[in-house]
């Protein structure tokens, strides 16, 4: 399995929404709800953020959300705040488990 | 409160072995698969292995097929990672994560470790 393609980075100021984009195949983001985000942040263990494409796991905040289309998925994360600058990767899984490269978030 | 504490990171020579563990308390540990993530420094992630909750699935990366041997104590709550014919590309750190699902392997990794780093060098 190949990994998923993702932006190395994207930017926004506090108070914007920006959105991150993964990209994989027929056979695994398109093919399978099998899609999880994770926040790592410098020195820190990742953390998960979204699973199963949309849903968010308890005590994560609902400015962050997760959708597909098609064999893209997508991370949104609206009224940027400072501690959202962090590492973002996309995970799917079919036979087995794969990452997208990682997206650095710099709030500007 | 869920906790996952990896131990057995070192330095290795090219073509050694090395065995990582990992302690789970804070949840009834045979309910749920396990994990291990690696992270090459300044790198990203890569899954390595994952286990189901009666050792009755297991999944490998194509990347350490036939070299890795993931497996699990339940009576201890602890889960492994017998490394052998190690490479420098294996030099990472080593997480350990819970499957946030249950007793079968999804991509669903909820918590993680603090990892221990894997040094393969000469």
């Known amino acids: 399995q190949s990994a998923l393609t993702q932006p190395a980075s994207v930017s926004g100021s506090p108070g914007q929404s920006i959105t991150i984009s993964c990209t994989g195949t027929?056979?695994?983001?398109?093919?399978?709800?099998?899609v999880s985000w994770y926040q790592q942040h410098p020195g820190k263990a990742p953390k998960l953020m979204i699973y199963?494409?949309?849903n968010r796991p308890s005590g994560v905040s609902n400015r962050f959300s997760g959708s597909k289309s098609g064999n893209t998925a997508s991370l949104t994360i609206s009224g940027l705040q400072a501690e959202d600058e962090a590492d973002y990767y996309c995970?799917?899984?079919?036979?087995?488990?794969?990452f997208g490269g990682g997206t650095k978030l710099t709030v500007l | 409160e869920v906790q996952l504490v990896e131990s057995g990171g070192g330095l290795v020579q090219p073509g050694r072995s090395l065995r990582l563990s990992c302690a789970a308390s804070?949840?009834?540990?045979?309910?749920?698969?396990m994990h291990w993530v690696r992270q090459a420094p300044g790198k990203g992630l890569e899954w390595v292995s994952g286990?189901?909750?009666?050792?009755?699935?297991?999944g490998y990366a194509d990347s350490v097929k036939g070299r890795f041997t993931i497996s699990r104590d339940n009576a201890k709550n602890s889960l492994y990672l017998q490394m052998n014919s190690l490479r420098a590309e294996d030099t990472a750190l080593y997480y350990c994560?819970?499957?946030?699902?249950?007793?079968?392997?999804?991509?669903?990794?909820?918590?993680w470790g603090q990892g221990t780093l894997v040094t393969v060098s000469s």
């Open positions: 286990i189901s909750w009666n050792s009755g699935s297991i």
């Open positions: 804070g949840f009834t540990f045979d309910d749920y698969a």
């Open positions: 994560a819970k499957d946030m699902l249950g007793r079968g392997i999804t991509n669903w990794f909820d918590p």
């Open positions: 027929s056979s695994d983001v398109g093919g399978y709800n099998y």
């Open positions: 199963e494409v949309s």
């Open positions: 995970s799917s899984y079919t036979s087995s488990v794969v």
